[in-house]
Protein backbone atom coordinates (compact mmCIF):
# COMPACT_ATOMS: atom_id res chain seq x y z
CA UNK A 1 0.00 0.00 0.00
CA UNK A 2 0.97 3.68 -0.79
CA UNK A 3 0.38 5.52 2.93
CA UNK A 4 1.36 9.09 2.93
CA UNK A 5 2.08 10.49 6.54
CA UNK A 6 1.63 14.03 7.21
CA UNK A 7 3.75 15.21 10.45
CA UNK A 8 3.19 18.45 12.27
CA UNK A 9 4.68 20.11 14.67
CA UNK A 10 4.39 18.24 18.19
CA UNK A 11 7.38 16.27 19.87
CA UNK A 12 5.68 13.46 18.76
CA UNK A 13 6.86 13.85 16.02
CA UNK A 14 10.29 11.75 17.22
CA UNK A 15 8.15 8.49 17.08
CA UNK A 16 7.58 8.64 13.14
CA UNK A 17 11.07 7.36 12.43
CA UNK A 18 9.63 4.30 14.44
CA UNK A 19 6.26 4.12 12.42
CA UNK A 20 8.22 5.14 9.10
CA UNK A 21 10.12 1.48 9.66
CA UNK A 22 6.78 -0.94 10.79
CA UNK A 23 5.23 -0.03 7.34
CA UNK A 24 8.51 -0.34 5.16
CA UNK A 25 8.75 -3.64 6.99
CA UNK A 26 6.14 -4.86 6.04
CA UNK A 27 6.43 -3.71 2.14
CA UNK A 28 4.27 -0.89 2.25
CA UNK A 29 5.57 2.85 0.47
CA UNK A 30 5.54 5.57 2.73
CA UNK A 31 5.83 9.10 1.57
CA UNK A 32 5.96 11.73 4.44
CA UNK A 33 5.07 15.31 4.06
CA UNK A 34 5.89 17.53 7.04
CA UNK A 35 5.19 21.37 8.09
CA UNK A 36 7.90 23.68 8.69
CA UNK A 37 7.10 23.04 12.42
CA UNK A 38 7.53 19.12 12.40
CA UNK A 39 11.30 19.78 10.79
CA UNK A 40 11.99 21.04 14.16
CA UNK A 41 11.10 17.98 16.01
CA UNK A 42 13.07 15.25 13.56
CA UNK A 43 14.86 15.80 10.62
CA UNK A 44 14.39 15.71 7.02
CA UNK A 45 17.27 13.26 6.53
CA UNK A 46 16.24 10.88 9.18
CA UNK A 47 13.10 11.09 7.44
CA UNK A 48 13.87 10.48 3.41
CA UNK A 49 16.45 7.66 4.83
CA UNK A 50 13.81 5.39 6.79
CA UNK A 51 11.00 6.12 3.70
CA UNK A 52 13.47 6.11 0.77
CA UNK A 53 11.65 9.17 -0.40
CA UNK A 54 12.03 12.64 -1.13
CA UNK A 55 10.66 14.71 2.24
CA UNK A 56 7.28 16.91 0.62
CA UNK A 57 7.39 20.12 2.89
CA UNK A 58 6.93 23.50 1.13
CA UNK A 59 4.06 24.24 -1.74
CA UNK A 60 6.62 25.94 -4.18
CA UNK A 61 9.87 24.31 -2.88
CA UNK A 62 12.35 23.85 -5.99
CA UNK A 63 12.64 20.63 -5.91
CA UNK A 64 8.92 19.88 -6.35
CA UNK A 65 8.47 18.29 -9.26
CA UNK A 66 5.59 20.20 -10.22
CA UNK A 67 3.65 23.30 -8.84
CA UNK A 68 0.72 20.58 -8.13
CA UNK A 69 2.76 17.84 -5.96
CA UNK A 70 -0.29 17.80 -3.72
CA UNK A 71 -2.89 16.69 -6.43
CA UNK A 72 -0.27 13.88 -7.56
CA UNK A 73 0.27 12.91 -4.11
CA UNK A 74 -3.73 12.38 -3.58
CA UNK A 75 -3.27 10.29 -6.66
CA UNK A 76 -0.50 8.04 -5.60
CA UNK A 77 -1.90 7.67 -1.60
CA UNK A 78 -4.11 4.95 -0.77
CA UNK A 79 -4.53 6.29 2.65
CA UNK A 80 -3.21 9.62 4.48
CA UNK A 81 -2.55 9.76 8.34
CA UNK A 82 -1.53 12.70 10.02
CA UNK A 83 0.78 11.95 13.18
CA UNK A 84 1.27 13.41 15.47
CA UNK A 85 -1.87 15.80 14.21
CA UNK A 86 -2.10 19.09 16.41
CA UNK A 87 -4.65 21.48 17.27
CA UNK A 88 -3.65 23.28 14.42
CA UNK A 89 -3.90 21.09 11.66
CA UNK A 90 -7.13 19.43 13.61
CA UNK A 91 -8.53 22.82 13.72
CA UNK A 92 -7.31 23.55 10.10
CA UNK A 93 -8.87 20.45 8.50
CA UNK A 94 -12.14 20.76 10.25
CA UNK A 95 -12.82 24.49 8.51
CA UNK A 96 -11.04 23.38 5.23
CA UNK A 97 -8.10 25.67 5.92
CA UNK A 98 -5.41 24.84 2.75
CA UNK A 99 -2.88 27.15 3.70
CA UNK A 100 0.53 24.79 2.77
CA UNK A 101 1.73 21.78 1.87
CA UNK A 102 0.26 19.64 4.15
CA UNK A 103 -2.88 21.20 4.79
CA UNK A 104 -3.27 21.74 0.51
CA UNK A 105 -2.49 17.93 0.71
CA UNK A 106 -5.12 16.99 3.16
CA UNK A 107 -8.05 19.22 1.97
CA UNK A 108 -7.56 17.61 -1.40
CA UNK A 109 -7.27 14.16 -0.17
CA UNK A 110 -10.40 14.45 2.33
CA UNK A 111 -12.30 14.92 -1.32
CA UNK A 112 -11.58 11.69 -2.43
CA UNK A 113 -13.12 8.26 -0.99
CA UNK A 114 -9.57 6.97 0.55
CA UNK A 115 -9.11 6.78 4.26
CA UNK A 116 -7.87 9.32 6.44
CA UNK A 117 -6.48 9.19 10.17
CA UNK A 118 -4.91 11.31 12.36
CA UNK A 119 -2.99 10.65 15.43
CA UNK A 120 -3.66 13.88 18.16
CA UNK A 121 -1.11 14.83 20.03
CA UNK A 122 -1.04 17.80 22.11
CA UNK A 123 -1.31 19.01 26.15
CA UNK A 124 -4.52 18.08 27.79
CA UNK A 125 -6.11 21.18 27.82
CA UNK A 126 -5.21 21.97 24.67
CA UNK A 127 -7.29 18.57 23.56
CA UNK A 128 -10.13 19.18 25.91
CA UNK A 129 -10.58 22.57 25.13
CA UNK A 130 -13.96 23.37 23.44
CA UNK A 131 -12.40 24.29 19.98
CA UNK A 132 -10.25 21.24 19.83
CA UNK A 133 -13.12 18.75 20.77
CA UNK A 134 -15.47 20.25 18.87
CA UNK A 135 -12.97 20.09 15.71
CA UNK A 136 -12.40 16.73 16.17
CA UNK A 137 -16.26 16.24 16.24
CA UNK A 138 -16.23 17.67 13.36
CA UNK A 139 -13.62 15.39 11.62
CA UNK A 140 -15.44 12.50 12.85
CA UNK A 141 -18.71 13.22 10.97
CA UNK A 142 -16.51 14.24 7.88
CA UNK A 143 -15.49 10.01 7.92
CA UNK A 144 -12.08 10.95 9.66
CA UNK A 145 -11.06 8.46 11.91
CA UNK A 146 -9.28 9.55 14.98
CA UNK A 147 -6.78 7.18 16.34
CA UNK A 148 -7.54 8.37 20.25
CA UNK A 149 -4.30 9.93 22.27
CA UNK A 150 -3.74 8.02 25.75
CA UNK A 151 -3.21 9.15 29.07
CA UNK A 152 0.69 9.40 30.00
CA UNK A 153 3.82 12.21 30.88
CA UNK A 154 3.47 14.70 28.31
CA UNK A 155 6.57 16.77 27.33
CA UNK A 156 5.12 19.65 29.32
CA UNK A 157 5.75 17.68 32.60
CA UNK A 158 2.10 16.92 33.13
CA UNK A 159 0.29 13.71 33.01
CA UNK A 160 -2.68 13.34 31.22
CA UNK A 161 -4.33 12.70 28.06
CA UNK A 162 -3.01 14.04 24.81
CA UNK A 163 -0.16 11.43 24.38
CA UNK A 164 0.37 10.22 20.99
CA UNK A 165 -0.69 6.39 20.72
CA UNK A 166 2.14 4.20 19.84
CA UNK A 167 3.86 3.58 16.17
CA UNK A 168 2.07 0.03 17.08
CA UNK A 169 -1.21 1.00 17.81
CA UNK A 170 -1.19 3.48 15.19
CA UNK A 171 -0.06 0.68 12.77
CA UNK A 172 -2.55 -1.51 13.42
CA UNK A 173 -5.55 1.14 12.80
CA UNK A 174 -4.06 1.80 9.23
CA UNK A 175 -3.29 -1.01 7.84
CA UNK A 176 -6.53 -3.26 6.93
CA UNK A 177 -6.49 -6.49 8.90
CA UNK A 178 -6.15 -9.02 6.40
CA UNK A 179 -9.73 -9.85 6.11
CA UNK A 180 -12.58 -7.96 7.51
CA UNK A 181 -15.55 -10.29 7.46
CA UNK A 182 -17.44 -7.69 9.76
CA UNK A 183 -16.50 -4.75 7.86
CA UNK A 184 -20.16 -2.42 7.54
CA UNK A 185 -21.45 -4.33 10.66
CA UNK A 186 -22.16 -2.94 13.35
CA UNK A 187 -22.52 -4.28 16.88
CA UNK A 188 -23.58 -3.63 20.75
CA UNK A 189 -21.90 -4.92 23.41
CA UNK A 190 -21.86 -4.07 27.23
CA UNK A 191 -19.45 -5.22 29.81
CA UNK A 192 -18.55 -4.69 33.36
CA UNK A 193 -20.36 -4.67 36.65
CA UNK A 194 -22.66 -1.83 37.08
CA UNK A 195 -22.74 0.25 40.69
CA UNK A 196 -25.82 1.37 42.17
CA UNK A 197 -25.77 4.17 44.59
CA UNK A 198 -27.43 4.79 47.83
CA UNK A 199 -25.85 7.43 49.00
CA UNK A 200 -23.40 10.31 48.31
CA UNK A 201 -20.13 7.46 48.79
CA UNK A 202 -21.61 4.44 48.95
CA UNK A 203 -22.61 1.83 46.38
CA UNK A 204 -23.65 -1.88 45.67
CA UNK A 205 -21.23 -3.25 42.80
CA UNK A 206 -20.11 -6.70 41.79
CA UNK A 207 -16.61 -7.87 40.83
CA UNK A 208 -16.64 -7.95 37.39
CA UNK A 209 -13.49 -6.41 35.44
CA UNK A 210 -14.87 -6.20 32.17
CA UNK A 211 -12.18 -8.00 30.55
CA UNK A 212 -14.56 -10.50 28.48
CA UNK A 213 -16.57 -7.77 27.29
CA UNK A 214 -13.67 -5.50 25.86
CA UNK A 215 -11.63 -8.68 24.05
CA UNK A 216 -15.00 -9.13 22.46
CA UNK A 217 -15.18 -5.38 21.61
CA UNK A 218 -11.25 -6.21 20.61
CA UNK A 219 -12.02 -8.51 18.16
CA UNK A 220 -15.41 -7.21 16.53
CA UNK A 221 -13.03 -4.31 15.50
CA UNK A 222 -10.05 -6.43 14.16
CA UNK A 223 -12.55 -7.92 12.13
CA UNK A 224 -13.79 -4.82 10.46
CA UNK A 225 -16.78 -3.99 12.43
CA UNK A 226 -18.05 -1.36 14.56
CA UNK A 227 -18.49 -1.14 18.24
CA UNK A 228 -20.79 0.73 20.90
CA UNK A 229 -19.39 -0.54 24.09
CA UNK A 230 -21.24 0.76 26.69
CA UNK A 231 -18.92 0.25 29.85
CA UNK A 232 -19.39 -0.20 33.79
CA UNK A 233 -16.66 1.16 35.46
CA UNK A 234 -13.93 -0.24 34.63
CA UNK A 235 -10.43 0.11 34.46
CA UNK A 236 -9.77 -0.97 31.28
CA UNK A 237 -9.73 1.77 28.41
CA UNK A 238 -10.32 0.56 24.34
CA UNK A 239 -8.37 2.33 21.99
CA UNK A 240 -9.64 0.82 18.59
CA UNK A 241 -10.95 3.45 16.56
CA UNK A 242 -13.73 1.73 15.67
CA UNK A 243 -14.77 1.22 18.86
CA UNK A 244 -16.81 3.88 20.23
CA UNK A 245 -16.94 3.52 24.10
CA UNK A 246 -19.88 4.68 26.00
CA UNK A 247 -19.02 5.00 29.95
CA UNK A 248 -22.13 4.44 32.32
CA UNK A 249 -22.28 3.61 36.28
CA UNK A 250 -25.67 2.18 37.20
CA UNK A 251 -28.01 -0.42 35.58
CA UNK A 252 -30.74 1.83 34.49
CA UNK A 253 -27.80 4.14 32.91
CA UNK A 254 -26.87 1.28 30.56
CA UNK A 255 -30.49 0.06 29.90
CA UNK A 256 -31.45 3.09 28.76
CA UNK A 257 -28.27 3.75 26.27
CA UNK A 258 -28.82 -0.08 25.25
CA UNK A 259 -32.29 0.38 24.15
CA UNK A 260 -31.43 3.59 22.31
CA UNK A 261 -28.37 2.26 20.13
CA UNK A 262 -29.81 -1.36 19.32
CA UNK A 263 -32.17 -0.25 16.42
CA UNK A 264 -28.95 0.39 14.33
CA UNK A 265 -26.88 -2.48 15.36
CA UNK A 266 -26.48 -5.82 13.38
CA UNK A 267 -26.77 -7.69 17.04
CA UNK A 268 -25.67 -7.52 20.45
CA UNK A 269 -23.51 -9.45 22.85
CA UNK A 270 -24.33 -8.53 26.68
CA UNK A 271 -21.80 -9.41 29.07
CA UNK A 272 -22.01 -6.77 31.53
CA UNK A 273 -22.72 -8.12 35.37
CA UNK A 274 -26.22 -5.63 35.82
CA UNK A 275 -27.00 -5.51 39.23
CA UNK A 276 -30.23 -7.09 39.57
CA UNK A 277 -31.23 -4.90 42.17
CA UNK A 278 -30.66 -1.31 43.76
CA UNK A 279 -31.43 0.79 46.52
CA UNK A 280 -34.78 1.44 47.15
CA UNK A 281 -33.88 5.31 47.62
CA UNK A 282 -30.66 7.16 46.96
CA UNK A 283 -29.56 10.42 49.10
CA UNK A 284 -27.14 12.97 48.22
CA UNK A 285 -25.64 13.05 51.23
CA UNK A 286 -22.99 10.44 53.56
CA UNK A 287 -25.79 7.80 55.50
CA UNK A 288 -24.79 8.55 59.26
CA UNK A 289 -24.02 5.64 61.79
CA UNK A 290 -26.62 5.14 63.86
CA UNK A 291 -25.11 2.87 67.08
CA UNK A 292 -26.20 -1.19 66.86
CA UNK A 293 -29.34 -0.92 65.44
CA UNK A 294 -28.27 -1.62 62.01
CA UNK A 295 -28.86 -0.53 58.19
CA UNK A 296 -31.65 -1.80 56.51
CA UNK A 297 -31.56 -1.03 52.50
CA UNK A 298 -34.11 -1.52 50.19
CA UNK A 299 -33.81 -2.88 47.30
CA UNK A 300 -36.10 -3.03 44.23
CA UNK A 301 -35.59 -4.62 40.92
CA UNK A 302 -33.85 -3.17 37.63
CA UNK A 303 -34.77 -3.71 33.76
CA UNK A 304 -33.56 -6.51 32.28
CA UNK A 305 -31.34 -5.40 29.53
CA UNK A 306 -30.77 -8.20 27.45
CA UNK A 307 -34.67 -9.09 27.92
CA UNK A 308 -35.68 -5.95 26.70
CA UNK A 309 -33.38 -6.33 23.84
CA UNK A 310 -35.01 -9.62 23.14
CA UNK A 311 -38.19 -8.18 23.00
CA UNK A 312 -36.66 -5.62 20.53
CA UNK A 313 -35.57 -7.73 18.04
CA UNK A 314 -35.62 -7.61 14.55
CA UNK A 315 -35.41 -9.57 11.09
CA UNK A 316 -31.54 -10.54 11.32
CA UNK A 317 -30.22 -8.86 14.46
CA UNK A 318 -28.41 -11.35 16.64
CA UNK A 319 -28.62 -11.09 20.39
CA UNK A 320 -26.15 -13.17 23.03
CA UNK A 321 -26.14 -13.13 26.11
CA UNK A 322 -23.90 -14.88 28.88
CA UNK A 323 -25.32 -16.33 31.75
CA UNK A 324 -23.49 -17.52 34.97
CA UNK A 325 -24.76 -20.12 37.04
CA UNK A 326 -23.37 -22.16 39.89
CA UNK A 327 -25.96 -25.01 39.95
CA UNK A 328 -28.02 -26.74 37.20
CA UNK A 329 -25.80 -24.74 34.79
CA UNK A 330 -26.84 -25.98 31.02
CA UNK A 331 -31.14 -26.26 32.30
CA UNK A 332 -30.95 -22.73 33.69
CA UNK A 333 -28.83 -21.42 31.17
CA UNK A 334 -31.81 -22.77 28.38
CA UNK A 335 -34.04 -21.57 30.16
CA UNK A 336 -32.67 -18.09 30.01
CA UNK A 337 -32.15 -18.15 26.11
CA UNK A 338 -35.57 -19.00 25.55
CA UNK A 339 -36.97 -16.45 27.64
CA UNK A 340 -34.79 -14.03 26.30
CA UNK A 341 -35.43 -14.20 22.72
CA UNK A 342 -31.62 -14.84 22.05
CA UNK A 343 -29.65 -16.57 19.24
CA UNK A 344 -27.16 -17.66 21.66
CA UNK A 345 -25.98 -17.89 25.18
CA UNK A 346 -22.82 -18.42 26.29
CA UNK A 347 -22.52 -20.10 30.48
CA UNK A 348 -19.64 -19.60 32.47
CA UNK A 349 -20.05 -22.19 35.48
CA UNK A 350 -18.51 -20.93 38.49
CA UNK A 351 -17.90 -24.75 39.21
CA UNK A 352 -15.11 -23.93 36.44
CA UNK A 353 -11.43 -22.92 37.81
CA UNK A 354 -10.04 -20.10 35.59
CA UNK A 355 -13.35 -18.87 34.65
CA UNK A 356 -15.48 -16.10 36.25
CA UNK A 357 -14.44 -12.59 37.13
CA UNK A 358 -11.14 -10.93 37.71
CA UNK A 359 -9.12 -13.87 35.70
CA UNK A 360 -7.36 -13.50 32.24
CA UNK A 361 -8.99 -17.09 31.15
CA UNK A 362 -12.45 -18.41 30.60
CA UNK A 363 -14.06 -21.50 30.12
CA UNK A 364 -17.57 -21.46 28.41
CA UNK A 365 -20.60 -23.47 26.69
CA UNK A 366 -22.11 -22.11 23.67
CA UNK A 367 -25.84 -23.25 23.60
CA UNK A 368 -27.63 -22.43 20.47
CA UNK A 369 -31.39 -21.89 19.50
CA UNK A 370 -32.42 -25.09 18.66
CA UNK A 371 -30.49 -26.52 21.57
CA UNK A 372 -27.54 -27.75 20.52
CA UNK A 373 -24.36 -27.36 22.67
CA UNK A 374 -20.50 -26.72 22.27
CA UNK A 375 -18.50 -26.80 25.50
CA UNK A 376 -15.47 -25.19 25.49
CA UNK A 377 -12.26 -25.75 26.96
CA UNK A 378 -10.06 -23.48 29.39
CA UNK A 379 -8.52 -20.47 27.14
CA UNK A 380 -7.48 -16.91 27.00
CA UNK A 381 -10.67 -14.06 27.22
CA UNK A 382 -8.86 -13.09 23.86
CA UNK A 383 -9.68 -16.55 21.90
CA UNK A 384 -13.25 -17.27 23.96
CA UNK A 385 -13.94 -13.53 22.48
CA UNK A 386 -13.07 -15.21 19.00
CA UNK A 387 -15.26 -17.67 19.79
CA UNK A 388 -17.89 -16.06 20.14
CA UNK A 389 -17.18 -13.37 17.43
CA UNK A 390 -17.33 -16.25 14.85
CA UNK A 391 -20.77 -16.80 16.00
CA UNK A 392 -22.16 -13.37 14.24
CA UNK A 393 -22.75 -13.09 10.58
N1 LIG B 1 -28.57 -9.01 32.04
C1 LIG B 1 -29.05 -7.80 31.60
N2 LIG B 1 -29.76 -7.00 32.45
C2 LIG B 1 -30.02 -7.39 33.71
C3 LIG B 1 -29.53 -8.65 34.17
C4 LIG B 1 -28.81 -9.43 33.29
O1 LIG B 1 -28.80 -7.44 30.44
N3 LIG B 1 -30.69 -6.61 34.52
C5 LIG B 1 -27.85 -9.86 31.07
C6 LIG B 1 -26.38 -10.13 31.38
O2 LIG B 1 -25.55 -9.17 30.75
C7 LIG B 1 -26.21 -11.51 30.81
C8 LIG B 1 -27.56 -12.16 30.96
O3 LIG B 1 -28.49 -11.10 31.11
O4 LIG B 1 -25.89 -11.46 29.42
C9 LIG B 1 -27.73 -13.12 32.08
O5 LIG B 1 -27.33 -12.58 33.28
P1 LIG B 1 -27.43 -13.40 34.63
O6 LIG B 1 -27.08 -12.52 35.77
O7 LIG B 1 -26.73 -14.72 34.47
O8 LIG B 1 -28.97 -13.77 34.65
P2 LIG B 1 -30.23 -13.11 35.22
O9 LIG B 1 -31.18 -12.96 34.08
O10 LIG B 1 -29.94 -11.86 35.99
O11 LIG B 1 -30.78 -14.25 36.16
P3 LIG B 1 -30.25 -14.79 37.58
O12 LIG B 1 -29.38 -13.70 38.16
O13 LIG B 1 -31.50 -15.03 38.31
O14 LIG B 1 -29.48 -16.05 37.27
Not at 241 to 269: K, L, W
Not at 279 to 293: F, L, N, S
Request: proline letters at 3%; one cysteine or more; a neutral charge.
Amino acid sequence: MNIIIGITGGIAAYKIPMLIRLFKQAGHEVQCVATDHALQFVTRLTIETLSGRRLYSGLFEESNERSTEHIALKEWGDELLIAPATANIIAKMANGIADDALSTLTLSFTGTTKPVYICPAMNTQMLEAPATRRNIEQLRKDGITIIESGCGELACGAVGNGRMAEPEEIYNNVIPCKIEPLKGKKYLITAGPTYERFDAVRFIGNYSSGKMGYAIAESIAEKGGDVVLISGPTHIESKHSRINTIRVESAREMYATAIEHFPNCDGAILTAAVADYRPKTQTDHKIKKKGDEGLTIELIQNPDILATLGSMKKGCQMLIGFALETDNELANAQKKLSKKNLDYIIMNSLNDRGAGFGVDTNKVTIIRRDGSVTEGSLKSKKEVAEDIVALLK
